[in-house]
């Protein structure tokens, strides 16, 4: 039975757990990327860009808008900020699982989209979050940098290496955005993963449930649930996909069973059935999901969860005629108070306050067939071009469960002596964690911090927030670094971190293969 565990590679937070699992014949990359969707209006007010005109000030989004365009400096104003996060961590109800909204405009569905963190009602210790945040993205990223490595090199039979322990997203709480759904007529809020391809929920009757705070969804209860036989194509295709052969259940009539592994103990198991799926207005019907009879993890209270991934059980393939293959997020600061958004369709005039949209392919790989691999060409920091050999090589990976940007060394190092020769004056700190560049800002209200902007094949380019460029690794300014990190080896892969995602607006076309960023801030409403 473990041997088996693992029949549909539909991923798992790689945010922190990607795994590899290996049976006899099959290695399977498993992999979850989380989606950091979210929300901010309240940012705005701490954005401000370099050009003192009283509008600026007012206007967050105007300013950010701006500073992006003509400068080349972002104002971040310290004492703003922490007070905003401490605001934000400190007045949160338990109410939040309760209904989020949806909106449908023209050709889009919108979902809602909020951190699991503003329904925790929990006080918490920022320091030991920090650190503890930094740690698990450490350990995820060196994780997946050895499956990496082992799925594309010639000695792929060195089991050493496929079998360095697995840290999980889950765990780690790092799938933290949710959304509610409607299935079977009944609403439930589900954790938001681009790395996974199954949707599943916990259904009656459960062997195994962890606490979730809606009702539990019922088949039996629903005449629009229908269950799947294991010799239907819908549960050869997915075998096929994840080159299992399959688990049929032992009863009569023989159901589709799955198990989705999340490699650090967190599992969920059970059927696959159809049913009736409403994201927000929009109605699908015989959507397939997994009806999660056995499930262990840390889901944090949600009913279960969506995967965005590519294949063809994923929600985005099984949408793709209503909302053409394409999806967009937009990930607000964590330490923002509002709810951001999750867009399904490709109308970008549903995009609110985002600047015009440039995209850039995504690189196939084919032995890594569910990462987003972008073509980087180069890094610039104010006005000034990085230099490195590695620019254009080989992909970079875009990944909304990393939470910080991870750089070759020698982009890592250019990356950051040009931006200490540009924030210069400012008394150092010592390192936190992965973050080797740190200042003590204590006797700063307000910064300028360079603009950082990443440059794509195509001419795509993404300017990293003011939001996204220091890492503040205290309640105060002592310690605030910068948000990037170096990896080991000039080969391993780069990884475009969430912490640098936020407001902008992401767009995952996977039929057109090519991935879109403007600016925005994010917000619902
Ligand atoms: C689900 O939530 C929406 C939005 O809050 C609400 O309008 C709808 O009535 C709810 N549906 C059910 C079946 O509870
Ligand atoms: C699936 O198996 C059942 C019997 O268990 C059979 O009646 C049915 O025709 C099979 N369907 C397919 C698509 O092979
Ligand atoms: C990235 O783009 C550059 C410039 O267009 C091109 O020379 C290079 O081959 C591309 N690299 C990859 C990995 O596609
Ligand atoms: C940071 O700077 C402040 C003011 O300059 C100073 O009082 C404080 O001791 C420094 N903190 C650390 C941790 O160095």
Redesign the pocket.
């Given at each position: 039975m473990a041997a088996r565990l693992v029949m549909l590679i539909l991923a798992s937070s790689f945010s922190y757990s990607h795994l590899l699992l290996r049976t006899s014949k099959v290695r399977l990359l498993v992999f979850s990327l989380l989606l950091f969707l979210g929300c901010s209006t309240s940012t705005n007010n701490i954005i401000n860009n370099n050009n003192n005109n009283n509008d600026d000030v007012v206007n967050g989004v105007e300013a950010g808008k701006i500073s992006s365009t003509h400068h080349h400096v972002l104002k971040l104003n310290l004492r703003a900020f922490l007070e905003q996060r401490t605001a934000v961590f400190s007045s949160n109800s338990n109410s939040c699982f309760s209904?989020r909204?949806s909106r449908q405009t023209k050709g889009a569905t919108i979902l809602e989209l909020i951190h699991r963190d503003h329904c925790s009602g929990q006080k918490i210790n920022w320091n030991d979050k920090a650190k503890k945040t930094l740690i698990s993205d450490n350990a995820r990223v060196r994780s997946l940098q050895s499956r990496m490595k082992s799925l594309t090199s010639r000695h792929k039979d060195d089991a050493s290496e496929a079998q360095i322990p697995l840290t999980s997203g889950i765990k780690l709480q790092t799938l933290n955005y949710i959304v509610?759904v409607?299935l079977g007529?009944?609403?439930m809020s589900v954790i938001v993963d681009t790395g996974s391809d199954l949707t599943w929920v916990q259904c009656q009757p459960c062997r195994i449930c962890y606490f979730q705070q809606d009702p539990l969804f019922n088949p039996s209860l629903s005449p629009s649930y229908k269950s799947i036989s294991c010799n239907s194509s819908t549960c050869r295709s997915l075998l096929f996909e994840t080159g299992n052969s399959g688990i049929c259940s032992e009863t009569a009539p023989q159901l589709c069973n799955y198990v989705v592994s999340y490699g650090d103990g967190s599992y969920t198991r059970g059927e696959l059935g159809l049913e009736t799926l409403n994201l927000g207005t929009t109605s699908v019907s015989d959507f397939v999901f997994g009806c999660g009879r056995n499930n262990k993890g840390l889901f944090g209270d949600a009913s279960g969860l969506m995967g965005l991934g590519r294949s063809s059980v994923s929600l985005v393939s099984q949408t793709s005629t209503m909302f053409g293959g394409v999806f967009s997020y937009c990930l607000p600061s964590a330490d923002a108070a509002s709810a951001g958004s999750l867009v399904f369709g490709g109308d970008s005039s549903v995009y609110k306050n985002s600047t015009p949209i440039s995209y850039t392919n995504i690189i196939p790989k084919p032995q890594l067939p569910t990462f987003y691999f972008l073509n980087l060409t180069g890094i610039s920091i104010g006005k000034v071009a990085l230099e490195s050999p590695s620019f254009g090589k080989s992909g970079i990976l875009i990944d909304s469960g990393t939470v910080i940007t991870r750089l070759p060394p020698s982009m890592y190092s250019a990356l950051k002596s040009e931006f200490l020769r540009q924030f210069s004056g400012f008394p150092s700190a010592p390192g936190f964690s992965i973050l080797d560049t740190c200042f003590n800002l204590s006797s700063y209200q307000e910064v300028d911090v360079p603009e950082i902007k990443m440059h794509f094949g195509g001419g795509a380019e993404m300017v990293v927030d003011v939001m996204g460029v220091m890492y503040f690794a205290k309640s105060d300014p002592s310690q605030v670094c910068l948000a990037v990190a170096s990896l080991t080896y000039e080969d391993d892969v780069g990884i475009i971190g969430n912490y640098q995602q936020k407001n902008q607006r992401i767009i995952y076309d996977s039929k057109g293969y090519k991935l879109g960023f403007a600016k925005e801030t994010c917000s619902f409403a």
């Open positions: 209904q909204s509610s409607e007529g009944r609403n």
